[in-house]
């Protein structure tokens, strides 16, 4: 199984800001999404794919890879950015999740 | 646009089975490449993945639930359910289902409902 190591767990920042979150694979993969998660919402795909922008996303928001690392960047940090971030590879069958990062106001 | 929700009771007793239904607007059950799933997250906990169903009615499970697990396609309703059955306490969460793209590069889960609590309690 892949398993995917999210880090920071949490980070303050203010508007403006650009914020990275990282998320290492246990083995080499694109198969990487990011996801922007609020209480009581639903959970917004942002990134598949390890890079590619979903549909409708702000362009501040992009991925990278590098080996095993994952990058979520948000380049311009938003009000409405502050919220928990996880990322999810989907190499297997079941997909799992990183322990997610918190994004809140510095 | 595309929406999911949930339903079902937000209490469940020990042992009974715990029941949700996610009824989907914008978009067919029936339709490929698309198929189904259901998350859950436990209070204070990661996201779980549940299972997935297909149009056909085929499904797949997470190995450390699928002795209690469901999922069925209701495609005259446009919509989809988890049964889980034997529920405690440890089953208390936020349950979410989401639509599932998998195509060549990619598979992504790009829409979800909203997510309903579930608590587990006599």
């Known amino acids: 199984d892949i398993q995917v190591t999210q880090s920071p767990s949490s980070l303050s920042a203010s508007v403006g800001d650009r914020v990275n979150i990282t998320c290492r694979a246990s083995q080499s993969t694109i198969f990487v999404n990011w996801y922007q998660v609020k209480p009581g919402k639903a959970p917004k795909l942002l990134i598949y794919s390890a890079s590619n922008l979903q549909s409708g996303v702000p362009s501040r928001f992009s991925g990278t890879r590098s080996g095993t690392d994952l990058t979520l960047t948000i380049s311009d940090l938003q009000p409405e950015d502050f919220a928990t971030y996880y990322c999810q590879q989907t190499s297997t069958l079941l997909p799992t999740f990183g322990q997610g990062t918190k994004v809140d106001v510095k | 646009q595309v929406r999911l929700q949930e339903s079902g009771p937000g209490l469940v007793k020990p042992s009974e089975t715990l029941s949700l239904t996610c009824s989907v607007s914008g978009a067919s059950v029936s339709t490929s490449p698309f198929y189904w799933s259901w998350f859950r997250q436990p209070p204070g906990k990661g996201l779980e993945c549940i299972g997935y169903v297909y149009s056909d009615g085929s499904a797949n499970y997470n190995p450390s639930l699928k002795s209690r697990v469901t999922m069925s396609v209701d495609t005259s309703k446009n919509r989809f359910s988890l049964k889980l059955a034997s529920a405690t306490a440890a089953d208390t969460a936020v349950y979410y289902c989401?639509?599932?793209?998998?195509?060549?590069?990619?598979?992504?889960?790009?829409?979800w409902g909203q997510g309903m609590l579930v608590t587990v309690s006599s």
């Open positions: 989401a639509r599932v793209f998998s195509g060549p590069g990619q598979r992504k889960f790009d829409f």
